[in-house]
């Protein structure tokens, strides 16, 4: 090895050592940047904190969001989603679309009345003289629950039917023909067959052109009217389905309040509440201005924010609101269940963004420049 190879050999080996003693600096230096960071743990977790609150805390532009959201809800409240007021029977009749025209006058022919008798005539189902015990076990309600026509959901098959045949289908669907007795008023004439009441329905509508489908759709729309007037009576309509399981167990659970008028009331409550929540989240959303996933997050948080903190203060002031009047029509119960939702999964969302906001920019921290 001549002194040019050793002399190069050197300066490889210098250079070498020299990479290796700067490599070793910056390792114990990157060592010593981690041991500080661990050290000071505390405090810049806390500081991580403060910065998601200021990043997440309701700005003056959300503040309008916030007020414009609780202004909503509380005049849904009280201007379209209370409880209506309940009424007697007869008054609910008079005030039904062409009720003034109704009478009976059955001319009777099994399962095919006129359409003009079908249009001038109450519903059948509402027939009690001659039942003898075919419309018993009812309990309250009576007849709205032992005559399937008045089910919410099932009447619209059966109460359909009954009202184009001219019969009144029970709760055990057993069918009768319903016809008009000399005094003008309805009443059970004789036994008819429920196959038969479902079968010249659906002949109706399929095989005898217009006139049948006209029938059907007439004898719809009046099912559909006399059930809407039933709903806001004082005993109403049972819960769907059940009247056909155990017509005393419907009318129980409706004496204690489970009734077609309040669901419809709670789920119009709950509905029109979601659908203010949802048009206060799409608009506060158009205003994020940043496309990264994080401040989208952040922003949604705030989102998150407004619609909790109104649907509360709505929720809040309207139980005060039936404290203070004892006046149940008042109670937002469907906006209550929705306030309750929104503040178990809201709450859940803005701690997952939290967590990964903090953990996140403490990862990033502790990493450094060096990639792993």
Known sequence: MNSDDFFKKKAKLDESLGK?????????????????????????????????????????ADMVFLFTAIGLQISRQYLLTKFPQRLDDQTAANNTLGHEKEKSNRLHRYYQPSLDEIITNPVPFDANIGANGALSGGGKLGHRVTAIGHDPILGLIFGTANIATSTLTTAIFKSYHISTNEKKRDYFKSKASTKLVLSHTLDKLIHQGIEGKTIIATSIMKEIIHLKSDVNTKHSLPLPG?????????????????????????VKQSTYSILINSMIAMIHRMFCESDKEIDIKLHEVRTRKIISYSNLIASSSNIAVVAATQNMEFLDLGGLAVTIYRLITDRKFIRDVKEEFIFGAYKNIVMGDYLI
Do not use: H, W
């Not at 600096?25 to 743990?41: A, L």
């Not at 910065?51 to 805390?57: I, L």
């Open 20 to 60: 290796t003693f700067e490599d070793l600096e910056k390792g114990y230096n990157e060592t010593v940047r981690v041991r500080n960071i661990v050290d000071n743990t505390r405090g810049i977790l806390d500081n991580l904190d403060n910065q998601f609150c200021q990043k997440t805390g309701l700005t003056k």
């Open 242 to 266: 059940i009247s056909a399981i155990n017509p005393k167990m419907a009318s129980k659970i409706a004496s204690y309040g489970f009734d077609m008028s309040n669901l419809s009331t709670v």
